[in-house]
């Protein structure tokens, strides 16, 4: 394989993606070039109860199991997925989650998880990628082999250097722009209700409670129970909380 000729391929066609999905699809065609099966992208926004409310928003090849997927959000799995735990915690190394699991690492829980994606699912390897831990955000990727460890192994060997640089130029691109990143708050954002939406745009602006029933066009008791429901979806427990975190993520821009 020329690696050389497939990175500035992949640059020259991610430069000239015009959005998300186009981008994405140009990382996709490189990660099969390089033998992977398929590949799936995450960023998710820390400390806005994303993960126990919402699961994480992925951006997955069309070869990676849109079944798993599924299954993965409606079993919670991302509450028991050791990459996210770890990525929370600092750790920027790659994960083989076999490997992982065969060094004793893993709890019951977590390895449900990848047991799942190779019995029910032939995803027989996988390798997760972190790209980002910090105060607002964690962002990784993972790629899925149907080969045999043998076969993983050799890609592992060979080719991982080119892989975390085509995921971290994709990274990039996501993390610099604000449309695209906002593309992982939707699941946060179309939960909240237009009620919702106008009392946290009021909150923010620092005025005192008693003038959001002027300003805000809602009645005081509507105002409050809007209130009520905010502190509960993203778990904070004074409107002090509540526009730190909304300042910090830009909520009031993405709404």
Do not use: C
């Not at 028991?80 to 929370?88: A, E, Q, S, V, Y």
């Not at 990784?140 to 640089?165: K, P």
């Amino acid at each position: 394989m020329n690696t050389n000729k497939l990175l500035i391929d992949f640059i020259t066609e991610f430069d000239a993606a015009a959005n998300l999905s186009d981008g994405f699809a140009v990382l996709e065609k490189a990660v099969e070039k390089l033998g992977f099966s398929a590949i799936a992208y995450t960023l998710i926004p820390v400390g806005l109860n994303a993960l126990e409310s919402n699961n994480p928003t992925f951006l997955a090849s069309a070869n990676f199991s849109q079944d798993f997927l599924a299954h993965y959000a409606g079993a919670n799995f991302a509450a028991d997925d050791f990459t996210i735990k770890r990525i929370l915690n600092g750790n920027l190394k790659p994960m083989n989650w076999w490997q992982e699991e065969r060094r004793g690492l893993l709890l019951e829980p977590e390895k449900k998880v990848i047991e799942t994606a190779k019995t029910d699912y032939s995803i027989n390897n996988g390798l997760s990628i972190p790209m980002l831990s910090s105060p607002q955000h964690i962002a990784g990727a993972s790629v899925i082999s149907e080969e045999n460890d043998a076969y993983f192994t050799m890609l592992l060997e060979e080719r991982l250097a080119l892989l975390r640089a085509i995921i971290t130029l994709f990274h990039h691109r996501v993390y610099g722009n604000f449309d695209y990143r906002k593309a992982f708050y939707l699941p946060i954002l179309d939960s909240l209700t237009e009620r919702e939406k106008r009392v946290l745009q009021f909150l923010v602006t620092g005025q005192p409670y008693k003038a959001m029933d002027r300003n805000s066009g809602l009645s005081a008791s509507a105002a409050a129970n809007g209130r009520s429901d905010l502190f509960r979806k993203f778990a904070v427990k004074n409107a002090s909380e509540l526009a730190y975190l909304a300042g910090l993520h830009n909520l009031i821009e993405m709404l």
